[in-house]
């Protein structure tokens, strides 16, 4: 996952012959991760309601709510390291509010000193812009959680003190949610939900993101990348895109959203971004998205009234079973 945010690479050089250049510049690159920050806070803390609130639904792992950073993501390590205000490379870029990880006193910017015993000065080096150090330190938090079904964790908070914590993971359903600095797709590949920060439905209420966010869990959720498998053709995808549509509203029930937010999802992005006479074979017009959505929603409410949560596992009518 590359992490250069763009005018962070737009002002370096001028930045470099203004007078006062290095105050301005660092307080340049802390406004631009603070703004990444905010943004990835904003997508966990949806994907964390999603992923709890279902998890009596789906097959839970433990889970604290954190997502990391590593300072060789960015183009310009140093000047990061400096704007984060940490002396290593490893440190908290999210933590979502009421998670173990938050409860426990983690923030962003917290330096990562230890996890599960593995300490961070020990890391390998690793190449500007490659994630899959990032990705290998997530791997270690979710072994550990897998196998204890708690991780220790030691950082270094902004007074410099080194703080030491076992945190015990809550059960989620297991993805993770991740933000891409450059471009505008969705996509789900099984084990990860990825946006584009330029994503057009970022600009809509939290409700019809999470409803955007749940389409794409339901993804991975219902084991779509798997089944497509050696069948895949635009059919067949057709398939899948219509039973993720149908399980947002299910999803966004069980995270305390309201479920009709996939409708309102669909009504709002879709006019503009679903390519009208252009749209692709795969997908249905965002107005058959919307009509499907809605005819989950009494289903929902039923259950609701009888006071039963909106148990997908049992009640769902899935598509794809029987191919």
């Not at 000047?79 to 998670?99: L, N, Q, T, W, Y």
């Not at 950082?155 to 945190?167: F, Y």
């Not at 789900?188 to 057009?200: P, T």
Request: one cysteine or more; glycine letters at 10%; charged letters at 20%.
């Amino acid at each position: 996952m590359t992490r250069a945010p763009a005018r962070l690479l737009a002002v370096a050089a001028a930045l470099a012959l203004m007078p006062g250049a290095v105050k301005a510049g660092v307080a340049e690159d802390r406004a631009a991760l603070a703004s990444l920050q905010a943004d990835d806070l904003r997508l966990q803390s949806i994907g964390w309601r999603l992923a709890t609130g279902n998890a009596a639904f789906c097959d839970a792992v433990p889970a604290i709510g954190m997502l990391l950073q590593d300072m060789t993501n960015y183009a310009r390590p140093a000047r990061m390291r400096a704007a984060a205000g940490i002396a290593g490379d490893i440190a908290v870029e999210a933590a979502v509010p009421g998670s173990p990880a938050a409860l426990a006193g983690l923030a962003a910017n917290h330096e990562i000193v230890a996890l599960d015993g593995q300490p961070m000065a020990n890391l390998p080096a690793a190449p500007a812009n490659d994630w899959r150090r990032l990705a290998g330190l997530h791997d270690v938090i979710d072994a550990a959680l897998k196998r204890d079904g708690a991780v220790r964790i030691a950082w270094r908070g902004p007074d410099g003190a080194i703080r030491e914590a076992t945190i015990a993971g809550v059960p989620a359903c297991p993805t993770r949610f991740e933000l891409l600095d450059g471009g505008g797709r969705a996509l789900a590949d099984g084990k990860r939900v990825v946006f584009g920060r330029k994503f057009a439905g970022f600009g809509l209420a939290e409700d019809e993101i999470a409803a955007a966010t749940a389409h794409e869990f339901a993804h991975n959720l219902l084991a779509h990348r798997a089944w497509l498998t050696g069948r895949r053709s635009a059919r067949n995808i057709r398939v899948t895109e219509r039973e993720a549509d149908r399980l947002m509203p299910w999803l966004l029930a069980n995270a305390g959203y309201e479920p009709a937010a996939a409708v309102r999802f669909f009504r709002k992005w879709g006019p503009g971004n679903d390519g009208w006479i252009f749209r692709a074979p795969t997908h249905d017009g965002w107005d058959e998205r919307a009509a499907s959505v809605a005819g989950e929603l009494a289903q929902i409410a039923g259950l609701a009234a009888a006071g039963a949560p909106a148990d997908w596992r049992t009640h769902f009518r899935r598509d794809t079973t029987a191919r």
